[in-house]
């Protein structure tokens, strides 16, 4: 019996690390840039599959190497332990290119118009708008806020409302500078 329930979590623990295995390589596959030459619908399509074998939302990302806050964020969140972590709990991470090589039309048709780049469109683990986010309300000087970006990670993540208290109220612990639009956002998702 001994022999057989070994067996039988040697199976559970090698199926577990095979999928988080697949899960890493099939990221791996989505862009870490913004590229023309990439078919931007069969991303956004791989990273709704992600997110739905994840449990996770998607962040579409919107912008292009001409997009001087496209590469600002980028550094930001590089630079970030507290947003990279949310990120990789809670998201699927893609790049559409928006430029004249490629405006992606056809896929950004489906969404709000974006007014600036970068923008950010949260959709469920369906493929379902959640949210569209412009950036600029995330910026601070000439770069973005730490507490506005977790605050907006927080607020549509899986779960949302009580879910983003605890983990901004975690933040806020561990980063006791947080500004007010982070109180507002706790108070917020308190109440929900």
């Not at 577990?16 to 991303?43: E, I």
């Not at 977790?150 to 983990?167: D, M, N, P, Y």
């Not at 561990?174 to 998702?189: F, T």
């Amino acid at each position: 019996m001994v022999d057989v329930r070994s067996a039988l979590v040697s199976r559970v623990i090698a199926s577990v690390g095979l999928l988080a295995f697949a899960a890493t390589a099939l990221a791996a596959d989505l862009p870490s840039k913004f590229d023309p030459s990439r078919d931007a619908a069969a991303d956004v399509a791989h990273a709704v599959a992600l997110a739905k074998a994840q449990g996770k939302r998607v962040i579409v990302d919107v912008g292009g190497e001409w997009c001087a806050w496209c590469h600002i964020m980028d550094r930001f969140i590089a630079a970030h332990d507290n947003v990279r972590s949310l990120l990789d709990a809670h998201y699927v991470w893609v790049k559409v290119n928006y430029s004249k090589q490629n405006p992606n039309e056809a896929l950004l048709a489906r969404w709000p118009k974006v007014a600036g780049y970068p923008h950010l469109f949260v959709l469920d683990a369906s493929g379902a708008l959640v949210h569209s986010q412009d950036t600029s309300a995330l910026e601070s000087g000439r770069s973005y806020d730490a507490a506005r970006f977790i605050a907006f990670l927080a607020r549509w993540s899986t779960g949302g409302g009580r879910r983003a208290s605890v983990v901004l109220h975690f933040h806020q612990r561990a980063h006791p500078r947080m500004d007010a639009a982070l109180e507002q956002v706790i108070a917020a998702a308190k109440a929900a």
